[in-house]
């Protein structure tokens, strides 16, 4: 099986990053406690910071654009 293929369960993790309080912060603020905090266990510990990077191709902590497939999918 091809491990780059994105599956419905990894969108529903990677949303949860998307919702998750602390990466949140972490994406807006770039600075801090959380930012230090998420960028330290994203790789190790989540499995929806590993789902979110899977997904959409950037680390949890990295600052996020908005792009038109993103909020299609939101509706």
Wanted: glycine share 2%.
């Amino acid at each position: 099986m091809n491990s780059t293929m994105i599956t419905e369960k990894d969108r529903q993790m990677a949303n949860k990053c998307l919702q998750c309080p602390a990466c949140k912060q972490a994406r807006k603020k770039q600075k801090g406690f959380v930012f230090w905090f998420v960028k330290s266990i994203e790789e190790d510990v989540c499995p929806f910071c590993k789902a979110y990077e899977k997904v959409y191709g950037k680390k949890a902590h990295e600052p996020r654009t908005l792009i038109k497939s993103d909020s299609l999918s939101q509706s």
